[in-house]
């Protein structure tokens, strides 16, 4: 929510992205696939993955031990996994100079835990030898924020490291929470962003949650960071400026039929707090919820211009990181297409539990 | 005004002053703010043998309990089973909050607002039943309903839909035992900045089996009550409720005549980026640092401190340690309400900001209870066992999570006289 006061240098932008989906490890694949509309979930293997779903979006032959070696790796779930490979690759390809301030650099990450490891570790306590017989180990992965903090840990990220969770607004919620604390001056740089995992017990839950009266979407999983800094720090750091965040809105909405009335207030105000029109949007990365919450979004947006990128059509129902993925989409299509420099994006998300929120972008 | 790259901890600028002007609370040893600051007064024990879950094969089982909770003495609108018990912990004190703040349901909905609630757990005591199901009747049985109130963004959700508020951003923030702490703090900074005029800020968790067989295996559950900085601590009691601090800006609460219980002066994060569950004392003095810098406070300023003072061996000198290493050797009196509700996980440092709320408005120290000899290894003044009368003016919360993540809250006294300038 960064108000029309604020100088341009002291607008926060993002100046790096990393993302880690079913289209597979990094930047890259993510950005030819959608770009290509390739669908990303397949057939699932029910061997491996005894689910109540016929497809799922898996990054592919993700295997946590291949991408992050032996050390440290013995007891890490695929929900760390999954985060602490995408926060290092985030700070490969855009982190330098930023280990020389370990302190003044942190992570926002939106992720709803394991419910795997959770009920895993309640599952040998209650069927093995004596109820506390239980691995040690895994005892911390069955906290939600194990995610977070094993990637401060092996990254040595000192700054604030904070764990946000609000269903398919989970990663808008964690961009603006990023936003909150650079501006509240409790960091100079933080990663935000959300993580995903898919799991049987995941699958399980999901298969019976409300979806809008329609069938379930197949699921997706993995994680999208961003790079959140001032204007003003990125050029220090030698960084380009890929997105500002002119601001975010969230409302709530009582009865599912009242979604789109919310949505449609929240990008109004997202609009007139940045000083812009609804007919200046260039690109639209909705969240597509399936039935009713979908009609809601559709109509909440008809009134806003701009190109539609679909994102969970392609790679499925990744709800904690599913925001976090459209903001991907957005950097995707803005790094293919040098035309859409200085223009607006906004991404939009709708959770069933009652959240809608709005975030507006200036690329380039 | 200073600059966007400010030192962690420093304000960006000048902002609104941001006030707690309503209490909610669900604890083991009273619910209602009457009842919880009777409680802390008394240095009352939520200690019990557990009845939550079946105990059978552990030495030893007890836990800072709620067992008078109804969920129908606060649930107006929402159907009681489409809560867990966290979400149905945190609806209740936010209704409370509400309500001690004196205000209607009406006035909340007419701002702008946030709900951030932090967890531990979240509804893990439902996955308990869940997976108990699992084991009992088939890895595919599941029960429809419970399986649909898991997810931890309901915490926050609940109170949302309960109130039936609608100009309002709604998050859970899930960063375990410090997880309060970070949810008051949001609302401070979402305040102060002028993005929301409210927020109902806290936490919230339920006892499960999970939690108390993972501190059980890892020796750090207490046999019979917990001795924060005594020689003979034994460990934590695992316990449950929820905090919820009605807060606003100050502009606010003086329009509408509001009591004022604390002002918040300012919080700090610092992660350990360490160990996952062993604390680091040089990060948990630079949060201290960070929180003293962002109130614009010095040590010497700190009336006492509520520390996270789990009552485990190695945690209460790691933390008494840190706070030695900012304040010297003359350290402010050092208090854990944890000795009297246990530790309630996500709720306990935004129970601990309500008891610190409680403390300056009313003038006294909570005790640390089961006291008997300090450890000379902590060497802290704890108020031992009965409480003491004293004029507060700043007081500092210390939260301390699994993952390396700490967050320090700094409250100030809040003199009603001055509210005539």
């Given at each position: 929510m960064s108000g029309h006061a604020e100088a341009g240098e002291r607008r926060l932008v993002i100046s790096g992205w990393a993302v880690t989906s079913p289209y597979g490890l990094g930047r890259r694949s993510f950005a030819e696939g959608l770009l290509a509309r390739t669908t990303a979930t397949a057939a699932v293997d029910t061997a491996a993955w005894p689910v109540p779903y016929e497809d799922a979006g898996l990054i592919p032959d993700f295997d946590i031990r291949s991408v992050l070696g032996r050390k440290g790796t013995r007891s890490m779930d695929r929900a760390t996994g999954i985060a602490v490979v995408t926060v290092g690759e985030l700070l490969e390809d855009f982190g330098q100079g930023l280990a020389a301030d370990p302190e003044k650099t942190g992570l926002v990450l939106g992720t709803s835990g394991s419910v795997q490891s959770i009920m895993d570790f309640t599952k040998d306590a209650l069927t093995g030898e004596k109820p506390y017989l239980v691995d040690p180990a895994r005892f911390p992965n069955t906290v939600m924020n194990c995610p977070t903090g094993q990637s401060a840990i092996r990254h040595t990220l000192k700054g604030p490291n904070v764990t946000v969770s609000g269903g398919s607004a989970t990663g808008l919620l964690a961009l603006n929470y990023a936003s909150r604390l650079l501006r509240g001056g409790h960091a100079n740089a933080l990663l935000a962003g959300a993580a995903e995992e898919f799991s049987v017990q995941r699958a399980r839950l999901e298969r019976v949650a409300d979806h809008g009266g329609a069938e379930a979407d197949p699921l997706g999983e993995g994680a999208a960071l961003f790079l959140l800094e001032s204007g003003e720090a990125a050029r220090e750091g030698g960084r380009r400026v890929l997105a500002t965040v002119l601001g975010s809105r969230f409302r709530a909405f009582p009865e599912t039929g009242r979604a789109g009335a919310a949505l449609s207030r929240c990008v109004a105000e997202v609009l007139s707090d940045a000083g812009v029109a609804a007919a200046d949007v260039a690109l639209v990365a909705p969240g597509t919820p399936p039935g009713l919450l979908g009609k809601q979004e559709e109509a909440a947006l008809d009134a806003v211009a701009g190109e539609r990128i679909p994102v969970r059509p392609l790679v499925g129902d990744a709800t904690a990181a599913s925001a976090a993925f459209q903001l991907a989409a957005v950097l995707a299509h803005a790094g293919a297409r040098p035309a859409l420099v200085d223009r607006l994006a906004l991404v939009t998300a709708l959770d069933r539990d009652g959240t809608v929120g709005a975030t507006l972008l200036r690329l380039g | 005004m200073t600059s966007q790259t400010a030192a962690t901890g420093q304000r960006a600028a000048a902002r609104h002053r941001v006030v707690i002007t309503g209490l909610g609370v669900v604890t083991s040893i009273g619910t209602g703010v009457d009842a919880f600051a009777e409680g802390l007064r008394a240095g009352r024990s939520g200690a019990k043998p557990i009845s939550a879950f079946d105990t059978t094969g552990f030495a030893h089982s007890n836990a800072c309990e709620i067992t008078d909770f109804e969920p129908e003495a606060w649930l107006r609108e929402l159907p009681a089973d489409e809560l867990g018990r966290a979400a149905q912990f945190a609806v209740a004190g936010a209704r409370m909050a509400v309500a001690d703040g004196g205000l209607t349901e009406a006035d909340v909905r007419a701002r702008r607002s946030l709900v951030s609630i932090g967890t531990t757990d979240g509804e893990s005591r439902d996955l308990d039943h869940l997976t108990g199901l699992q084991v009992a009747q088939g890895e595919d049985t599941l029960d429809p309903v419970v399986a649909r109130r898991v997810w931890p963004g309901r915490l926050s959700a609940g109170i949302v839909r309960e109130l039936g508020l609608e100009d309002v951003e709604t998050v859970t923030v899930p960063t375990a035992c410090a997880a309060g702490n970070y949810a008051v703090g949001y609302g401070y900074d979402a305040i102060s900045s002028g993005d929301v005029e409210m927020a109902l800020c806290g936490g919230a968790d339920a006892l499960c089996r999970k939690t108390f067989t993972g501190f059980y295996r890892l020796g750090t559950i207490a046999p019979d009550v917990c001795r924060p900085f005594d020689a003979d601590r034994q460990g934590i009691l695992t316990g449950e409720g929820a905090g919820i601090l009605l807060m606003e800006s100050l502009e606010s609460a003086l329009a509408r005549g509001a009591r004022i219980y604390a002002e918040v002066l300012g919080y700090g994060l610092s992660c350990d980026a360490s160990h996952p569950v062993a604390p680091d004392r040089d990060s948990i003095a630079r949060c201290i640092t960070a929180a003293h810098a962002n109130a614009g406070i010095t040590p010497a300023d700190v009336d006492f401190i509520s520390a996270h003072g789990t009552g485990t061996k190695a945690n209460d000198v790691t933390e008494v340690g840190a706070i030695r290493q900012v304040f010297g050797e003359d350290l402010p009196r050092t208090v854990s309400i944890k000795s009297m509700i246990g530790h309630t996980m996500g709720a306990a440092s935004a129970l601990a900001s309500a008891a610190c709320a409680l403390a300056l408005r009313e003038g006294f120290i909570p005790p640390t209870i089961n006291?008997?000899?300090?450890?000379p290894e902590c060497g802290v003044d704890c108020v031992p066992n009965e409480a003491v009368e004293a004029d507060l003016k700043v007081v500092q919360n210390n939260g301390l999570a699994f993952g390396g993540n700490n967050a320090v809250l700094v409250l100030g006294h809040w003199e009603d006289r001055s509210a005539v300038a």
């Open positions: - | 006291h008997r000899t300090t450890d």
